[in-house]
Structure formats: structure tokens, C-alpha cells
């Protein structure tokens, strides 16, 4: 990487350039931010819909204004241009897992809401045998 390189002259000191130096900074960056995408999958995936309230935070936490998702599409201005649609890409699958996940716990929500509505109370229960 950095050196010394000897020749006839005398030597001469070689160091890469300042590119290849941003390029492997912006690598690490990338390989921490897809480790977190992927800490944040799992932390997602946890998420159960316990009531109304519950589903309310997880759309503020993860797709508010403010939110998580918000703040990961914010990384995409320190992503290298040639690796733009590639990680635009992993952004949007990443985003959409997210959407899918509310959605799941939005229809949960309402179908154990529906469920409860179908069982009358005022009826005699079955007898105990």
C-alpha cells in the first residue's frame, strides 16, 4: 500500500492515490451500514402487534419523518457513484421489507380485532360435559 520503491535515482515514495484512500473509506462505511441494515432486519422482524398504539410506534420509529428509514436513505449522498444503484437497490429492498412488515402488523391488528367482534357474548356458552 505505502512505500518506498528504490531505483537507479535514488527513491522515490509511493503512495496510493487519493482516490483508491476515499474508495476504501466509503467501502468500510458501506460494509458497516449493511451490517446495520441487517442488525435492523432482525430487530424488525421481532416487532409483534400487540395493540393500536404498538403499530402506531412502529410506523413513527421506522417510517416516520424522523425515522430509521428515513435516516438510512440519508446515507445514499456518502455512497461512491459507481456504487450508487447497486446500494439504491439494497435500499429499496430494504425499504420495502420495512412497508410490508407495518402492512403485516396492520392486518394483524384488524383480523384479531374482526375475531373478537364474531364471538357473541350475550350467547349462552357451550355445556361442560
Not at 527513491?11 to 451490517?35: C, D, G, V
Not at 456518502?78 to 420495512?98: A, H, M, S, T
Not at 384488524?110 to 364471538?119: K, Q, T, Y
Given at each position: 500500500?505505502?512505500?518506498?520503491?528504490?531505483?537507479?535515482?535514488?527513491f522515490e515514495w509511493h503512495l496510493p492515490p487519493l482516490f483508491t484512500i476515499i474508495a476504501n473509506l466509503y467501502l468500510r462505511s458501506m460494509e458497516k451500514l449493511l451490517q446495520q441494515l441487517e442488525q435492523y432486519k432482525l430487530e424488525i422482524?421481532?416487532?409483534?402487534?400487540?395493540?393500536?398504539d404498538a403499530v402506531e410506534t412502529f410506523r413513527i420509529k421506522y417510517l416516520g419523518t424522523k425515522g430509521l428509514l428515513k435516516s438510512v436513505m440519508g446515507e445514499m449522498k456518502n455512497v461512491p457513484n459507481?456504487?450508487?444503484?447497486?446500494f439504491g437497490q439494497i435500499l429499496n429492498d430494504f425499504k420495502l421489507f420495512v412497508e410490508n412488515k407495518y402492512t403485516a402488523l396492520k392486518e394483524a391488528l384488524?383480523?384479531?380485532?374482526?375475531s373478537s367482534a364474531l364471538i357473541d357474548l350475550s350467547l349462552p356458552g357451550d355445556p361442560i360435559l
Amino acid at each position: 500500500m505505502f512505500g518506498i520503491i528504490f531505483c537507479k535515482e535514488g527513491f522515490e515514495w509511493h503512495l496510493p492515490p487519493l482516490f483508491t484512500i476515499i474508495a476504501n473509506l466509503y467501502l468500510r462505511s458501506m460494509e458497516k451500514l449493511l451490517q446495520q441494515l441487517e442488525q435492523y432486519k432482525l430487530e424488525i422482524q421481532t416487532e409483534i402487534a400487540q395493540s393500536a398504539d404498538a403499530v402506531e410506534t412502529f410506523r413513527i420509529k421506522y417510517l416516520g419523518t424522523k425515522g430509521l428509514l428515513k435516516s438510512v436513505m440519508g446515507e445514499m449522498k456518502n455512497v461512491p457513484n459507481e456504487q450508487k444503484r447497486e446500494f439504491g437497490q439494497i435500499l429499496n429492498d430494504f425499504k420495502l421489507f420495512v412497508e410490508n412488515k407495518y402492512t403485516a402488523l396492520k392486518e394483524a391488528l384488524e383480523e384479531g380485532d374482526h375475531s373478537s367482534a364474531l364471538i357473541d357474548l350475550s350467547l349462552p356458552g357451550d355445556p361442560i360435559l
